[in-house]
Protein backbone atom coordinates (compact mmCIF):
# COMPACT_ATOMS: atom_id res chain seq x y z
CA UNK A 1 0.00 0.00 0.00
CA UNK A 2 1.51 3.13 -1.18
CA UNK A 3 1.97 6.19 0.96
CA UNK A 4 -1.49 8.24 1.07
CA UNK A 5 -3.26 5.44 0.27
CA UNK A 6 -6.63 4.49 2.21
CA UNK A 7 -6.23 2.87 5.82
CA UNK A 8 -6.94 -1.03 5.74
CA UNK A 9 -8.88 -2.65 8.57
CA UNK A 10 -7.61 -6.09 9.84
CA UNK A 11 -11.27 -7.35 9.63
CA UNK A 12 -11.18 -6.70 5.54
CA UNK A 13 -7.79 -8.93 5.57
CA UNK A 14 -9.30 -12.25 7.35
CA UNK A 15 -8.93 -14.72 4.91
CA UNK A 16 -7.49 -12.59 2.09
CA UNK A 17 -6.01 -14.67 -0.88
CA UNK A 18 -2.09 -14.46 -0.70
CA UNK A 19 0.09 -14.52 -4.40
CA UNK A 20 3.12 -14.58 -5.58
CA UNK A 21 4.43 -12.36 -8.25
CA UNK A 22 3.54 -14.55 -10.88
CA UNK A 23 -0.32 -14.37 -9.85
CA UNK A 24 -0.05 -18.21 -8.34
CA UNK A 25 -1.65 -18.17 -4.65
CA UNK A 26 0.44 -19.36 -2.05
CA UNK A 27 -1.69 -19.15 0.98
CA UNK A 28 -4.73 -17.07 2.84
CA UNK A 29 -4.26 -15.06 5.62
CA UNK A 30 -5.40 -15.87 8.82
CA UNK A 31 -3.78 -13.76 11.84
CA UNK A 32 -1.75 -10.42 11.63
CA UNK A 33 1.63 -10.57 14.07
CA UNK A 34 2.44 -6.82 15.51
CA UNK A 35 4.65 -5.76 18.54
CA UNK A 36 3.32 -3.39 21.40
CA UNK A 37 5.15 -0.62 22.14
CA UNK A 38 5.90 1.61 25.09
CA UNK A 39 4.25 4.90 25.80
CA UNK A 40 0.85 4.36 23.71
CA UNK A 41 2.73 4.07 20.61
CA UNK A 42 1.11 2.78 17.67
CA UNK A 43 2.25 -0.89 17.68
CA UNK A 44 4.27 -2.39 14.53
CA UNK A 45 2.75 -4.68 12.29
CA UNK A 46 5.60 -7.24 11.69
CA UNK A 47 4.14 -9.56 9.50
CA UNK A 48 1.11 -11.79 8.43
CA UNK A 49 0.09 -15.69 9.47
CA UNK A 50 -0.62 -17.00 6.15
CA UNK A 51 -2.50 -20.64 5.78
CA UNK A 52 -0.64 -22.63 3.02
CA UNK A 53 -2.83 -25.13 1.14
CA UNK A 54 -0.99 -27.96 2.97
CA UNK A 55 -2.80 -26.21 6.62
CA UNK A 56 0.76 -25.44 7.91
CA UNK A 57 0.64 -21.70 9.01
CA UNK A 58 3.88 -19.96 8.10
CA UNK A 59 5.16 -16.19 8.87
CA UNK A 60 5.45 -13.77 6.09
CA UNK A 61 7.15 -10.42 7.16
CA UNK A 62 6.13 -7.04 5.68
CA UNK A 63 9.33 -6.69 3.96
CA UNK A 64 8.01 -9.34 1.85
CA UNK A 65 4.71 -7.60 1.01
CA UNK A 66 4.49 -5.85 -2.37
CA UNK A 67 0.97 -4.94 -2.38
CA UNK A 68 -2.41 -5.05 -0.75
CA UNK A 69 -5.04 -4.41 -2.87
CA UNK A 70 -8.50 -5.22 -4.23
CA UNK A 71 -9.00 -8.13 -1.53
CA UNK A 72 -5.27 -9.68 -2.24
CA UNK A 73 -1.75 -9.73 -0.29
CA UNK A 74 1.13 -10.04 -3.23
CA UNK A 75 4.42 -11.02 -1.94
CA UNK A 76 8.11 -10.61 -3.22
CA UNK A 77 7.42 -14.90 -4.02
CA UNK A 78 9.91 -15.49 -1.19
CA UNK A 79 8.90 -17.46 1.25
CA UNK A 80 10.19 -19.38 4.47
CA UNK A 81 7.40 -21.97 5.21
CA UNK A 82 8.44 -23.23 8.45
CA UNK A 83 5.88 -23.70 11.05
CA UNK A 84 4.69 -20.14 12.96
CA UNK A 85 6.08 -19.98 16.06
CA UNK A 86 4.49 -16.93 18.07
CA UNK A 87 7.57 -15.12 20.14
CA UNK A 88 6.84 -12.91 23.78
CA UNK A 89 6.89 -9.67 22.30
CA UNK A 90 4.22 -11.06 19.72
CA UNK A 91 0.38 -9.87 19.88
CA UNK A 92 -1.74 -12.12 17.54
CA UNK A 93 -4.40 -8.99 16.37
CA UNK A 94 -7.84 -11.54 15.67
CA UNK A 95 -6.69 -13.70 18.41
CA UNK A 96 -5.18 -11.42 21.38
CA UNK A 97 -6.57 -7.83 20.16
CA UNK A 98 -10.27 -8.03 18.81
CA UNK A 99 -12.64 -8.21 21.21
CA UNK A 100 -10.79 -7.39 23.96
CA UNK A 101 -12.30 -4.94 26.53
CA UNK A 102 -10.11 -1.40 26.58
CA UNK A 103 -10.85 2.35 28.07
CA UNK A 104 -11.30 5.81 26.33
CA UNK A 105 -8.90 7.93 27.97
CA UNK A 106 -10.82 10.76 27.64
CA UNK A 107 -13.57 8.99 29.63
CA UNK A 108 -12.57 6.30 31.65
CA UNK A 109 -15.57 4.48 29.43
CA UNK A 110 -14.93 0.48 28.86
CA UNK A 111 -15.45 -0.27 25.22
CA UNK A 112 -15.13 -3.38 23.46
CA UNK A 113 -12.28 -3.34 20.00
CA UNK A 114 -14.21 -4.23 17.23
CA UNK A 115 -11.47 -3.37 14.44
CA UNK A 116 -8.34 -2.11 14.30
CA UNK A 117 -6.58 -0.20 11.15
CA UNK A 118 -2.99 -0.46 9.90
CA UNK A 119 -1.36 1.66 7.49
CA UNK A 120 2.26 2.14 6.03
CA UNK A 121 4.81 4.94 7.17
CA UNK A 122 5.77 7.19 4.39
CA UNK A 123 8.69 6.25 2.91
CA UNK A 124 9.38 3.47 4.78
CA UNK A 125 9.05 0.05 4.33
CA UNK A 126 7.18 -0.28 8.76
CA UNK A 127 3.73 -0.74 8.81
CA UNK A 128 2.01 0.37 12.40
CA UNK A 129 -1.70 0.49 13.55
CA UNK A 130 -2.70 3.48 14.18
CA UNK A 131 -6.82 3.15 14.94
CA UNK A 132 -9.17 1.45 16.92
CA UNK A 133 -12.60 0.63 16.44
CA UNK A 134 -15.09 0.68 19.16
CA UNK A 135 -18.43 -0.05 20.85
CA UNK A 136 -19.22 1.31 23.49
CA UNK A 137 -21.55 -0.62 26.27
CA UNK A 138 -21.46 -3.73 28.15
CA UNK A 139 -19.82 -6.49 25.79
CA UNK A 140 -21.63 -9.40 24.05
CA UNK A 141 -22.63 -12.77 25.37
CA UNK A 142 -24.23 -15.52 23.95
CA UNK A 143 -27.42 -14.21 25.43
CA UNK A 144 -27.49 -10.40 24.94
CA UNK A 145 -26.35 -8.55 21.86
CA UNK A 146 -24.25 -5.96 22.09
CA UNK A 147 -25.71 -1.93 21.78
CA UNK A 148 -24.11 0.89 22.12
CA UNK A 149 -22.58 3.57 19.91
CA UNK A 150 -19.95 2.53 17.69
CA UNK A 151 -16.67 5.10 16.99
CA UNK A 152 -13.13 5.36 15.74
CA UNK A 153 -10.87 6.25 17.85
CA UNK A 154 -6.83 7.43 17.77
CA UNK A 155 -4.66 4.16 19.00
CA UNK A 156 -3.68 7.09 21.77
CA UNK A 157 -7.08 7.33 23.04
CA UNK A 158 -7.37 4.03 24.80
CA UNK A 159 -5.94 2.09 27.16
CA UNK A 160 -5.59 -1.39 28.21
CA UNK A 161 -2.86 -2.93 25.39
CA UNK A 162 0.33 -1.12 26.53
CA UNK A 163 3.75 -2.67 27.30
CA UNK A 164 3.54 -0.84 30.58
CA UNK A 165 0.16 -1.93 31.74
CA UNK A 166 1.30 -5.48 31.43
CA UNK A 167 4.57 -5.49 32.74
CA UNK A 168 6.46 -7.79 30.95
CA UNK A 169 9.53 -7.40 31.84
CA UNK A 170 12.14 -8.21 29.02
CA UNK A 171 9.31 -7.03 27.13
CA UNK A 172 9.40 -4.05 28.29
CA UNK A 173 13.13 -3.67 28.25
CA UNK A 174 13.27 -4.14 24.37
CA UNK A 175 10.20 -1.42 24.07
CA UNK A 176 12.90 1.00 26.29
CA UNK A 177 15.36 0.69 24.07
CA UNK A 178 13.53 0.32 20.64
CA UNK A 179 14.85 3.75 19.19
CA UNK A 180 18.35 3.00 19.63
CA UNK A 181 20.40 1.99 16.52
CA UNK A 182 21.59 -1.27 16.20
CA UNK A 183 24.97 -0.53 17.37
CA UNK A 184 24.10 0.94 20.29
CA UNK A 185 21.31 -1.53 21.58
CA UNK A 186 24.27 -3.96 20.94
CA UNK A 187 26.32 -1.90 23.61
CA UNK A 188 23.17 -2.48 25.93
CA UNK A 189 23.26 -6.24 25.22
CA UNK A 190 26.82 -6.75 25.36
CA UNK A 191 26.72 -5.16 29.19
CA UNK A 192 23.17 -7.35 30.47
CA UNK A 193 23.64 -10.64 31.88
CA UNK A 194 23.77 -13.46 30.10
CA UNK A 195 20.28 -14.51 30.99
CA UNK A 196 18.87 -11.45 30.29
CA UNK A 197 20.78 -11.07 27.30
CA UNK A 198 19.20 -14.31 26.39
CA UNK A 199 15.80 -13.16 26.91
CA UNK A 200 16.01 -9.27 25.02
CA UNK A 201 17.83 -11.80 22.07
CA UNK A 202 15.01 -14.17 22.08
CA UNK A 203 12.37 -11.02 21.87
CA UNK A 204 13.38 -9.19 19.10
CA UNK A 205 12.45 -9.58 15.55
CA UNK A 206 14.92 -11.46 13.09
CA UNK A 207 15.90 -8.42 11.55
CA UNK A 208 16.67 -6.35 14.53
CA UNK A 209 18.53 -8.95 16.17
CA UNK A 210 19.89 -9.53 12.76
CA UNK A 211 21.34 -6.00 13.01
CA UNK A 212 22.47 -5.82 16.28
CA UNK A 213 24.33 -9.47 15.97
CA UNK A 214 26.33 -7.52 13.20
CA UNK A 215 27.45 -5.05 15.87
CA UNK A 216 28.14 -7.00 18.55
CA UNK A 217 31.96 -8.86 20.19
CA UNK A 218 32.74 -12.20 18.56
CA UNK A 219 31.80 -14.21 21.57
CA UNK A 220 28.58 -12.45 22.10
CA UNK A 221 27.41 -13.38 18.83
CA UNK A 222 28.17 -16.96 19.40
CA UNK A 223 26.65 -16.97 22.68
CA UNK A 224 23.41 -15.28 21.59
CA UNK A 225 22.79 -17.57 18.42
CA UNK A 226 23.91 -21.13 20.60
CA UNK A 227 20.85 -20.04 22.44
CA UNK A 228 18.02 -19.42 19.56
CA UNK A 229 16.42 -22.62 18.37
CA UNK A 230 18.92 -23.86 15.81
CA UNK A 231 15.52 -23.15 12.90
CA UNK A 232 15.50 -19.05 14.41
CA UNK A 233 19.47 -19.02 14.32
CA UNK A 234 19.20 -20.02 10.54
CA UNK A 235 16.43 -17.61 9.72
CA UNK A 236 18.46 -14.64 11.87
CA UNK A 237 21.89 -15.64 10.09
CA UNK A 238 19.85 -15.77 6.25
CA UNK A 239 18.63 -11.60 7.87
CA UNK A 240 22.06 -10.66 8.50
CA UNK A 241 24.53 -9.09 5.82
CA UNK A 242 26.02 -12.29 3.83
CA UNK A 243 29.61 -11.50 4.60
CA UNK A 244 29.02 -11.20 8.36
CA UNK A 245 26.89 -14.26 8.68
CA UNK A 246 29.56 -16.08 6.81
CA UNK A 247 32.14 -14.62 9.60
CA UNK A 248 29.78 -15.94 12.17
CA UNK A 249 29.59 -19.04 10.62
CA UNK A 250 32.49 -19.45 10.15
CA UNK A 251 33.58 -19.45 14.03
CA UNK A 252 31.18 -22.49 14.75
CA UNK A 253 32.25 -26.21 14.83
CA UNK A 254 32.41 -27.87 11.56
CA UNK A 255 28.92 -29.68 12.90
CA UNK A 256 26.79 -26.76 13.84
CA UNK A 257 27.45 -24.89 10.60
CA UNK A 258 26.93 -27.66 8.34
CA UNK A 259 23.65 -28.30 10.35
CA UNK A 260 22.76 -24.49 10.32
CA UNK A 261 23.41 -24.32 6.23
CA UNK A 262 20.92 -27.21 5.86
CA UNK A 263 18.43 -25.08 7.73
CA UNK A 264 18.59 -22.13 5.22
CA UNK A 265 17.29 -20.91 2.06
CA UNK A 266 19.28 -22.91 -0.58
CA UNK A 267 20.40 -19.41 -2.32
CA UNK A 268 21.40 -17.77 0.99
CA UNK A 269 23.52 -21.40 1.86
CA UNK A 270 24.79 -21.40 -1.32
CA UNK A 271 26.51 -17.45 -0.86
CA UNK A 272 27.31 -18.57 2.94
CA UNK A 273 29.55 -21.32 1.19
CA UNK A 274 31.15 -19.43 -1.25
CA UNK A 275 31.65 -16.42 1.04
CA UNK A 276 33.62 -19.14 3.39
CA UNK A 277 35.62 -20.38 1.05
CA UNK A 278 37.63 -17.37 0.67
CA UNK A 279 40.40 -16.51 3.35
CA UNK A 280 39.60 -14.29 6.36
CA UNK A 281 41.02 -10.43 5.65
CA UNK A 282 40.74 -10.79 1.83
CA UNK A 283 38.51 -9.06 -0.75
CA UNK A 284 36.79 -12.48 -1.06
CA UNK A 285 35.82 -13.33 2.69
CA UNK A 286 35.03 -9.45 3.02
CA UNK A 287 32.51 -8.70 0.60
CA UNK A 288 28.84 -8.74 0.23
CA UNK A 289 27.27 -10.95 -2.28
CA UNK A 290 24.39 -8.54 -2.34
CA UNK A 291 25.54 -5.55 -4.37
CA UNK A 292 23.55 -3.43 -6.56
CA UNK A 293 23.57 -4.98 -9.95
CA UNK A 294 22.20 -3.56 -13.17
CA UNK A 295 21.54 -4.68 -16.61
CA UNK A 296 23.20 -2.32 -19.63
CA UNK A 297 19.77 -1.82 -20.83
CA UNK A 298 18.56 -0.48 -17.27
CA UNK A 299 18.12 3.38 -17.14
CA UNK A 300 19.26 6.15 -14.72
CA UNK A 301 15.75 5.76 -13.21
CA UNK A 302 15.65 2.48 -12.86
CA UNK A 303 19.11 2.50 -10.96
CA UNK A 304 17.34 5.58 -9.09
CA UNK A 305 15.00 3.36 -7.53
CA UNK A 306 17.30 0.69 -6.61
CA UNK A 307 19.38 3.04 -4.65
CA UNK A 308 16.57 4.27 -2.81
CA UNK A 309 15.93 1.03 -1.26
CA UNK A 310 15.73 2.04 2.40
CA UNK A 311 17.38 -1.58 3.53
CA UNK A 312 21.06 -1.01 2.06
CA UNK A 313 23.47 0.35 3.51
CA UNK A 314 24.97 3.69 2.61
CA UNK A 315 28.03 2.69 1.35
CA UNK A 316 26.16 0.19 -0.78
CA UNK A 317 23.51 2.49 -1.97
CA UNK A 318 26.77 5.06 -3.13
CA UNK A 319 27.16 2.75 -6.42
CA UNK A 320 25.21 0.23 -8.87
CA UNK A 321 27.56 -2.06 -10.91
CA UNK A 322 26.73 -2.63 -14.24
CA UNK A 323 26.94 -6.55 -15.77
CA UNK A 324 25.89 -8.79 -18.42
CA UNK A 325 23.03 -11.44 -17.17
CA UNK A 326 22.66 -13.02 -14.97
CA UNK A 327 21.84 -10.48 -12.51
CA UNK A 328 22.72 -12.36 -9.24
CA UNK A 329 26.18 -12.42 -8.16
CA UNK A 330 28.34 -14.28 -9.74
CA UNK A 331 27.08 -12.11 -12.60
CA UNK A 332 27.89 -12.07 -15.90
CA UNK A 333 30.45 -9.90 -17.37
CA UNK A 334 31.16 -7.03 -15.21
CA UNK A 335 31.36 -3.48 -17.44
CA UNK A 336 31.91 -1.49 -14.81
CA UNK A 337 30.65 1.12 -11.81
CA UNK A 338 28.22 4.04 -11.98
CA UNK A 339 28.64 6.57 -8.96
CA UNK A 340 25.61 7.72 -7.28
CA UNK A 341 26.49 11.19 -7.95
CA UNK A 342 26.62 10.75 -11.89
CA UNK A 343 23.33 9.22 -11.62
CA UNK A 344 21.85 12.69 -10.23
CA UNK A 345 23.27 14.19 -12.85
CA UNK A 346 21.71 12.44 -16.14
CA UNK A 347 18.24 12.43 -17.67
CA UNK A 348 16.41 9.74 -15.91
CA UNK A 349 15.87 7.80 -19.55
CA UNK A 350 19.68 7.42 -19.99
CA UNK A 351 21.21 3.72 -20.02
CA UNK A 352 23.39 2.98 -17.15
CA UNK A 353 25.96 1.84 -19.82
CA UNK A 354 26.17 5.03 -21.40
CA UNK A 355 27.65 6.25 -18.02
CA UNK A 356 29.97 3.65 -16.87
CA UNK A 357 32.73 4.14 -15.64
CA UNK A 358 34.80 1.06 -16.78
CA UNK A 359 38.63 2.39 -16.12
CA UNK A 360 38.48 1.85 -12.13
CA UNK A 361 40.49 -1.29 -11.41
CA UNK A 362 38.13 -4.12 -9.67
CA UNK A 363 39.69 -5.89 -6.30
CA UNK A 364 40.77 -9.08 -7.36
CA UNK A 365 39.21 -11.69 -4.65
CA UNK A 366 42.39 -12.56 -3.24
CA UNK A 367 43.68 -9.08 -2.30
CA UNK A 368 44.67 -8.72 1.19
CA UNK A 369 43.54 -6.11 3.75
CA UNK A 370 46.53 -3.78 3.17
CA UNK A 371 45.91 -3.70 -0.58
CA UNK A 372 42.20 -3.23 0.21
CA UNK A 373 42.61 -0.31 2.48
CA UNK A 374 45.24 1.27 -0.02
CA UNK A 375 42.43 1.21 -2.91
CA UNK A 376 39.63 2.94 -0.80
CA UNK A 377 42.49 5.49 0.61
CA UNK A 378 44.03 5.99 -2.95
CA UNK A 379 40.41 6.26 -4.73
CA UNK A 380 38.17 8.03 -2.21
CA UNK A 381 35.82 4.98 -2.32
CA UNK A 382 33.03 4.08 -0.07
CA UNK A 383 32.75 0.67 -1.82
CA UNK A 384 34.75 -1.46 -4.71
CA UNK A 385 33.56 -4.16 -6.72
CA UNK A 386 35.45 -7.66 -6.59
CA UNK A 387 35.67 -9.67 -9.89
CA UNK A 388 37.13 -13.17 -10.81
CA UNK A 389 39.70 -13.76 -13.21
CA UNK A 390 36.60 -14.53 -15.43
CA UNK A 391 35.29 -11.30 -15.67
CA UNK A 392 32.13 -12.07 -13.24
CA UNK A 393 31.07 -9.77 -10.48
CA UNK A 394 31.39 -11.66 -7.26
CA UNK A 395 30.20 -9.10 -4.63
CA UNK A 396 31.46 -6.16 -3.15
CA UNK A 397 33.64 -4.34 -0.52
CA UNK A 398 32.18 -1.68 1.56
CA UNK A 399 34.72 0.64 3.70
CA UNK A 400 33.08 -0.45 6.88
CA UNK A 401 33.88 -3.88 6.14
CA UNK A 402 37.43 -2.97 5.80
CA UNK A 403 37.45 -0.50 8.92
CA UNK A 404 35.71 -3.67 10.73
CA UNK A 405 39.22 -5.66 10.05
CA UNK A 406 41.82 -2.98 10.88
CA UNK A 407 40.45 -1.39 14.13
CA UNK A 408 41.49 -3.34 17.41
CA UNK A 409 39.60 -6.60 18.23
CA UNK A 410 38.38 -5.01 21.57
CA UNK A 411 37.35 -1.46 19.60
CA UNK A 412 33.77 -1.91 20.20
CA UNK A 413 34.70 -2.29 23.90
CA UNK A 414 36.55 1.32 24.23
CA UNK A 415 34.27 3.98 23.03
CA UNK A 416 30.40 3.66 23.77
CA UNK A 417 27.72 5.73 23.12
CA UNK A 418 25.60 5.38 26.00
CA UNK A 419 25.87 6.36 29.55
CA UNK A 420 25.89 3.13 31.01
CA UNK A 421 23.94 4.45 34.45
CA UNK A 422 20.73 5.28 31.94
CA UNK A 423 20.35 1.46 30.95
CA UNK A 424 18.99 -1.12 33.76
CA UNK A 425 21.78 -3.96 32.96
CA UNK A 426 21.18 -5.83 36.03
CA UNK A 427 20.39 -9.71 36.20
CA UNK A 428 17.32 -9.77 37.38
Given at each position: MAAGAPRIFVSHLSGVAVF?????????VRDLVVMLRMAQRPPRLLGLVVELATRRRIFLPMTRVTAIQSGQVITTGVLNVRRFEQRPTERLVFGELLDRRVTLTETGEEVTVLDLSVHQLPARREWEIDRVFVRKGRKASAFRRA??????VEWSAVTGFTLEEQGQGAESLLATFEQLRPADL??????????RRAEVAAALDDDRLADVLEELPEDDQIEI?????????ADVLEAMDPDDAADLLGELPTDDQERLLSLMQPGDAADMRRLMSYEDRTAGGLMTTEPIVLRPDATVADALARVRNPDLS???AAQVYVCRPPDETPTGKYLGTVHFQRLLREPPPSLVSSIVDSDLQPLDPDADLPAIAGFFATYDMVAAPVVDKAGSLL?????????????????????FHLDEEEVATDGS
Amino acid sequence: MAAGAPRIFVSHLSGVAVFDPAGDQVGRVRDLVVMLRMAQRPPRLLGLVVELATRRRIFLPMTRVTAIQSGQVITTGVLNVRRFEQRPTERLVFGELLDRRVTLTETGEEVTVLDLSVHQLPARREWEIDRVFVRKGRKASAFRRAKGEALTVEWSAVTGFTLEEQGQGAESLLATFEQLRPADLANVLHHLSPKRRAEVAAALDDDRLADVLEELPEDDQIEILGKLKEERAADVLEAMDPDDAADLLGELPTDDQERLLSLMQPGDAADMRRLMSYEDRTAGGLMTTEPIVLRPDATVADALARVRNPDLSPALAAQVYVCRPPDETPTGKYLGTVHFQRLLREPPPSLVSSIVDSDLQPLDPDADLPAIAGFFATYDMVAAPVVDKAGSLLGAVTVDDVLDHMLPEDWRETEFHLDEEEVATDGS
